[in-house]
């Protein structure tokens, strides 16, 4: 039968665990100082280890293969064995998200008061353990009020806020923190080499970035990207989450740097045509902006920042181009258009409404060229290019693209856009608009946009 990787390279020692040298390092000296607390409370984020090292834990103080407890259980035994898979009789795992109000698990907690049958400590390890229902809680803050002998309680939750203090307090805490992207690259690389998947570093890298240090979700991805054929690239690895290429949003962030309305609009287009959903690219951005930030403030902090060694280099070269008000200015005005890209009808179009948004944040609401001479002005084309030349940036590509003059008669101009959205984004800049009308034709014109 198949063996999923993150079962597979379950840690088998403290020695093993990925990332977590500290408490690795505690939990370790506590058994070979024989200084077993009745509870532990292993609270982090999902996917860093908490459960692997409450089975750890339960191995090592009743590995048989050693005379007492040991850090290095030999995995063998048949109590290891027992745990394992579960069957041994003296160490109990409760999924208290799934089980939560069964009054089993109030009966299995209060059992504790019995000694252990095969092993030397009973052992409970409890799984998301902020959601027990509450006479289970009660029956577990009874018996830690007088913890039983050789019984050991591993708490494990994602959420310990949620837990009562009363039963915190009675807990020796661990705080499992996400897993550093090193750590978890050379772990990765160790299963790829281990299960011969053929890989690019590059792509290993992308992995343990998208993770969030959460070795289970790594080990996940890492495990349905090995069903592909053919060498593994990084490419790959963002097209199974959907994500975009760094380098694309790289690009795109040297385009709305450079201030280039129409390569943010191609590459934007580009990304979209190879099935990126707008809300997906507008989320990335506004976390590249995050990197950006990071890059701009914390160089030497890459740790921050969730990006491949490549990616970040680059980022702390090109900080240097923004400065921090600019960025965070943008990234508000991203986070803000959130909202119409969620919910609008034609998300593609208000994604690229919201970046060329970004250019008319800092861009000269002055004209930028000069304006025609007046004679060839007159002809209503080339009145319309004067008007949309004078404009900032965002609003020049906007109106070349998708807008028209529909009607022109000296004194009233209409313009007319591709779409309701356009029309507002447009409305907004009639003044802007009116003043570069008023400048070709040297006359006060009245201007209306439509869609
Ligand atoms: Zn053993």
Redesign the pocket.
Known sequence: MYNPIHHKYRPQTFADLVGQDAIAQTLTNAITTNRIAPAYLFAGPRGTGKTSSARILA?SL?????HQPTPA?????????GIANGSTLDVIEIDAASNSGVENIRELIEKAQFAPVQCRYKVYGIDECHSLSGSAAQALLKTLEEPPHNVVFVLCTTEPQKLPNTIISRCQRHNFRRIAIEPMVQHLRAIAKSENIDITDKAVWVIAQLAQGGLRDAETLLDQLSLLSGQITQEQVWDLVGAVPEQELMELLDAIAAKEPQSILNLTRAILDRGKEPMVILQNLIEFYTHLLIAKTSPQNHELAQVTQLTWESLVKKANLWDTPEILEGQQHLRACSVQVKSASQPRLWLEVALLGLLSKTAPMAAQTHPPAPSSASQPNNLWKAVVAMQPPAIKALLTQHGTLAAFDGTNACIQMRSAPLQQRVAGDVAALEAAFGKVTSHKVKVTVTS
Do not use: L, R, Y
């Open positions: 191995k009743n590995c048989i293969s050693s259980p030999c995995g063998e035994c048949d109590v290891c064995q």
